[in-house]
């Protein structure tokens, strides 16, 4: 489900009074987000109007996903919720969300977000799981450069883990994860596969990984995948307050 994700946007770091994560997790970078892309409007997974421009003031560590991904997504999810009860362990939780934005707003609604959010219970209060005109998610996601397209299923065709039902297509997507900081500038990003430390996703999402999903999750690719510790050193960059797995 891997795509390339642009880096053009990127520029030199700008300064700041700690040492940006070594380039060995990822990259750096110090770029504006526009209030055009920062208040599209999204929806979280109480059905509530909300945006990227409501988290001004945190950090905000932003993944691309989809509820009905197999392969990497239910890994992301696992990794940021495990770096969220971190910051709440840590007491920086208030400064600190997390964003899973998805790259299938046709099937992601909020009551399929909820779900999800019930497999990690109890879900930290500081990470979101959010939806939204297909616009929208459109436009954020070209914003940072990620990419996603609709392609056919699988056969067999897998099984839905919230319906029951087969599925009809996949959304092919890159995996990344985003790190803005509070002032909404974007500062590094993480293009690499999540490496749970062998911590599998909640049930069903685990047993709906596929072959790949299951070697991802077992047999992570050295140099090519990030942990909890690495994502939690760009956490602590960019607030000034050291959190520890």
Same mark, same amino acid.
């Given at each position: 489900?891997?795509?390339?994700?642009?880096?053009?946007?990127?520029?030199?770091?700008?300064?700041?009074?700690?040492?940006?994560?070594?380039?060995?997790?990822?990259?750096?970078?110090?770029?504006?987000?526009?209030?055009?892309?920062?208040? +599209?409007?999204?929806?979280?997974?109480?059905?509530?109007?909300?945006?990227?421009?409501?988290?001004?003031?945190?950090?905000?560590?932003?993944?691309?996903?989809?509820?009905?991904?197999?392969?990497?997504?239910?890994?992301?999810?696992?990794? +940021?919720?495990q770096m969220a009860r971190a910051t709440a362990r840590a007491g920086t939780?208030?400064?600190?969300?997390?964003?899973?934005?998805?790259?299938?707003?046709?099937?992601?609604?909020?009551?399929?977000?909820?779900?999800?959010?019930? +497999?990690?219970?109890?879900?930290?209060?500081?990470?979101?799981?959010?939806?939204?005109?297909?616009?929208?998610?459109?436009?954020?996601?070209?914003?940072?450069?990620?990419?996603?397209?609709?392609v056919p299923e699988g056969s067999p065709a897998a099984v839905d883990w919230?319906?029951?039902?087969?599925?009809?297509?996949?959304?092919?997507?890159?995996?990344?994860?985003?790190? +803005?900081?509070?002032?909404?500038?974007?500062?590094?990003?993480?293009?690499?596969?999540?490496?749970?430390?062998?911590?599998?996703?909640?049930?069903?999402?685990?047993?709906?990984?596929?072959?790949?999903?299951?070697?991802?999750?077992?047999?992570?690719?050295?140099?090519?995948?990030?942990?909890?510790?690495?994502?939690?050193?760009?956490v602590s960059w960019l607030t000034g307050k050291t959190v520890q797995p």
């Amino acid at each position: 489900m891997v795509a390339g994700i642009s880096l053009s946007c990127a520029s030199a770091c700008g300064s700041s009074a700690r040492t940006a994560p070594a380039a060995s997790i990822g990259t750096a970078i110090n770029v504006a987000v526009p209030q055009s892309i920062l208040t +599209l409007p999204l929806i979280d997974a109480r059905g509530k109007a909300t945006s990227l421009a409501a988290y001004r003031g945190k950090v905000v560590v932003l993944g691309d996903s989809l509820s009905l991904c197999q392969e990497v997504c239910p890994l992301l999810g696992a990794n +940021l919720v495990q770096m969220a009860r971190a910051t709440a362990r840590a007491g920086t939780a208030q400064g600190v969300q997390f964003v899973q934005l998805t790259v299938d707003p046709g099937r992601d609604s909020p009551a399929r977000l909820s779900a999800y959010r019930e +497999l990690f219970r109890p879900a930290p209060a500081n990470w979101s799981t959010l939806t939204g005109p297909a616009s929208s998610i459109k436009e954020i996601w070209h914003f940072f450069g990620v990419a996603y397209s609709r392609v056919p299923e699988g056969s067999p065709a897998a099984v839905d883990w919230w319906t029951g039902k087969k599925l009809t297509y996949d959304v092919q997507h890159s995996d990344v994860v985003l790190f +803005l900081d509070a002032r909404q500038r974007e500062r590094f990003i993480i293009d690499a596969t999540p490496n749970t430390g062998g911590q599998a996703p909640p049930e069903p999402l685990a047993t709906f990984l596929s072959d790949e999903g299951r070697k991802n999750l077992t047999q992570p690719e050295a140099g090519a995948s990030w942990t909890v510790a690495d994502g939690l050193r760009v956490v602590s960059w960019l607030t000034g307050k050291t959190v520890q797995p």
